[in-house]
């Protein structure tokens, strides 16, 4: 079959396809809905960003989506920029207050040194070329300025987790991910020191009990309005070898 074509009036896409955004555009804003874990990591990655250190500080937020970021962030001092190539997406991350940009994250828009932080959220492990979008990321940042992430690691045991268990649950859509460009940890921070960014990673997980509940509530239509509450919440864990998470600041 035809990448894109349609079966049963349903479009097949290859796997990491960027229409699939388009395709799930409403599923964005749901909090239990196709990318709820995204929400939860949003809340874990703003929480490594501090309040701004000056006026008119910028924040760009490289593959925003929705801009699921933006109410973690509120009140921090920033103007949130978000880069994505999807525009549906941009459409609703506009919607909440973030400054959009429809672009390519390996060519943005936007001056050298002109963030004060950059965050690249679940982007690395969907993007074609991870090290060509970090030496991105690393030129938007000013000296002194913050680069936060999360992503996949490149190990047998986060294609296990994330593609061959993760995406037959209900709440995971299908060929969301490419395994063949997770990310090996070793190689990013080696390669953000290339750009004068010391990053320090560690693993990530959400917490099991919560998630548990979750699918539970989830599978048995408890989950909802009334169940935003119990979100599960993403925490450190000693192992890197399926979803980590990246903080460093740029020399100079």
Not at 81 to 99: E, F, Y
């Amino acid at each position: 079959m035809r990448d894109g074509a349609v079966s049963s009036g349903v479009r097949v896409l290859p796997p990491n396809d960027p229409r699939q955004y388009d395709d799930l555009a409403g599923e964005w804003w749901r909090p239990d809905g196709a990318f709820a874990m995204l929400h939860w990591l949003a809340r874990a990655r703003a929480a490594l960003v501090p309040p701004a250190a000056r006026p008119d500080a910028v924040l760009v937020d490289l593959g925003c989506g929705a801009g699921l970021m933006a109410p973690h962030l509120a009140g921090r001092g920033y103007r949130h920029v978000g880069v994505d190539l999807t525009r549906s997406a941009l459409v609703q991350a506009a919607a909440h207050g973030v400054t959009v940009l429809a672009g390519d994250a390996t060519a943005v828009p936007l001056a050298d040194g002109c963030a004060d932080v950059v965050a690249a959220g679940e982007l690395l492990e969907h993007v074609p070329d991870w090290r060509a979008t970090v030496a991105e990321a690393c030129r938007l940042l000013r000296p002194g300025g913050l680069l936060v992430l999360d992503t996949l690691n490149d190990t047998v045991l986060a294609r296990l987790v994330a593609v061959e268990l993760g995406e037959r649950l209900p709440t995971v859509p299908r060929g969301i991910h490419d395994p063949r460009l997770f990310v090996d940890d070793r190689e990013l921070v080696a390669e953000c020191a290339r750009h004068g960014v010391d990053l320090r990673v560690r693993g990530i997980r959400p917490s099991l009990p919560a998630t548990v509940g979750w699918l539970v509530r989830r599978g048995t239509g408890g989950a909802g309005p009334g169940g935003r509450g119990r979100a599960p919440r993403i925490r450190p864990t000693w192992s890197t070898a399926v979803l980590y998470q990246g903080r460093g600041v740029r020399r100079g």
